[in-house]
Protein backbone atom coordinates (compact mmCIF):
# COMPACT_ATOMS: atom_id res chain seq x y z
CA UNK A 1 0.00 0.00 0.00
CA UNK A 2 1.71 3.20 -0.97
CA UNK A 3 0.82 5.77 1.98
CA UNK A 4 3.48 8.54 1.21
CA UNK A 5 2.61 11.32 -1.34
CA UNK A 6 5.43 12.02 -3.80
CA UNK A 7 6.62 15.19 -1.55
CA UNK A 8 7.70 12.60 1.28
CA UNK A 9 8.64 9.95 -0.98
CA UNK A 10 11.32 13.04 -1.88
CA UNK A 11 12.29 13.56 1.03
CA UNK A 12 13.33 10.21 1.86
CA UNK A 13 14.94 9.90 -0.91
CA UNK A 14 17.23 12.70 0.31
CA UNK A 15 18.22 10.75 2.99
CA UNK A 16 21.31 8.37 4.39
CA UNK A 17 20.16 5.04 4.03
CA UNK A 18 19.81 4.00 7.60
CA UNK A 19 16.97 7.25 7.70
CA UNK A 20 15.76 6.53 4.78
CA UNK A 21 15.13 2.85 5.82
CA UNK A 22 13.45 3.93 9.20
CA UNK A 23 11.16 6.49 7.64
CA UNK A 24 10.21 3.82 4.98
CA UNK A 25 9.25 1.19 7.59
CA UNK A 26 7.15 3.93 9.14
CA UNK A 27 4.78 3.78 5.90
CA UNK A 28 3.32 0.50 7.22
CA UNK A 29 3.11 1.56 11.03
CA UNK A 30 1.21 4.39 9.77
CA UNK A 31 -1.00 2.16 7.22
CA UNK A 32 -1.62 -0.32 10.16
CA UNK A 33 -2.57 2.48 12.65
CA UNK A 34 -4.92 4.18 9.84
CA UNK A 35 -3.29 7.18 9.95
CA UNK A 36 -3.97 8.83 6.77
CA UNK A 37 -1.69 9.39 3.64
CA UNK A 38 -1.72 13.12 3.94
CA UNK A 39 -0.94 13.21 8.24
CA UNK A 40 1.76 10.74 7.60
CA UNK A 41 3.27 12.03 4.49
CA UNK A 42 3.24 15.54 6.36
CA UNK A 43 4.53 13.50 9.39
CA UNK A 44 7.80 12.31 7.45
CA UNK A 45 8.36 15.66 5.62
CA UNK A 46 8.71 16.95 9.56
CA UNK A 47 11.20 14.84 10.46
CA UNK A 48 13.31 15.06 7.14
CA UNK A 49 13.47 18.93 7.71
CA UNK A 50 14.11 18.87 11.16
CA UNK A 51 16.65 16.05 10.91
CA UNK A 52 14.67 15.04 13.92
CA UNK A 53 14.87 11.28 12.86
CA UNK A 54 15.65 8.81 15.88
CA UNK A 55 19.23 7.28 16.42
CA UNK A 56 19.18 3.73 16.46
CA UNK A 57 20.79 2.47 19.93
CA UNK A 58 19.23 5.87 21.46
CA UNK A 59 16.44 4.29 24.01
CA UNK A 60 17.48 5.74 27.33
CA UNK A 61 17.08 10.06 27.69
CA UNK A 62 19.46 11.88 28.79
CA UNK A 63 19.96 15.28 30.46
CA UNK A 64 21.17 17.10 27.32
CA UNK A 65 17.87 16.10 24.93
CA UNK A 66 15.90 18.19 27.08
CA UNK A 67 18.15 21.38 27.06
CA UNK A 68 15.81 24.19 27.05
CA UNK A 69 12.58 22.62 27.60
CA UNK A 70 12.44 23.59 31.38
CA UNK A 71 12.95 26.67 32.63
CA UNK A 72 16.23 27.61 34.75
CA UNK A 73 15.88 26.90 38.49
CA UNK A 74 15.95 29.85 40.57
CA UNK A 75 16.53 30.49 44.18
CA UNK A 76 14.02 32.80 45.66
CA UNK A 77 16.01 35.20 47.52
CA UNK A 78 13.31 35.05 51.12
CA UNK A 79 14.41 30.87 51.03
CA UNK A 80 17.88 32.02 50.90
CA UNK A 81 17.58 34.20 53.12
CA UNK A 82 16.24 32.15 55.72
CA UNK A 83 17.94 28.67 55.18
CA UNK A 84 21.39 30.46 55.12
CA UNK A 85 21.39 31.05 59.23
CA UNK A 86 20.10 27.62 59.90
CA UNK A 87 22.85 25.85 57.74
CA UNK A 88 25.29 28.24 59.32
CA UNK A 89 24.40 27.48 62.83
CA UNK A 90 24.69 23.71 62.13
CA UNK A 91 27.90 23.94 60.74
CA UNK A 92 29.22 25.49 63.43
CA UNK A 93 27.80 23.20 66.02
Known amino acids: MKLFND????????????????CSKLEQRFANMGVSSKV???AVCTLAQ???IPQVGSWAATPSM?????????KSAKAS????????EALTA
Not at 66 to 74: A, D, S
Open 81 to 88: QVAAPVFD
Open 50 to 52: EDA
Open 7 to 22: QALHAISQMDSVDATY
Open 40 to 42: ASD
Open 66 to 74: FKGIFGKKT
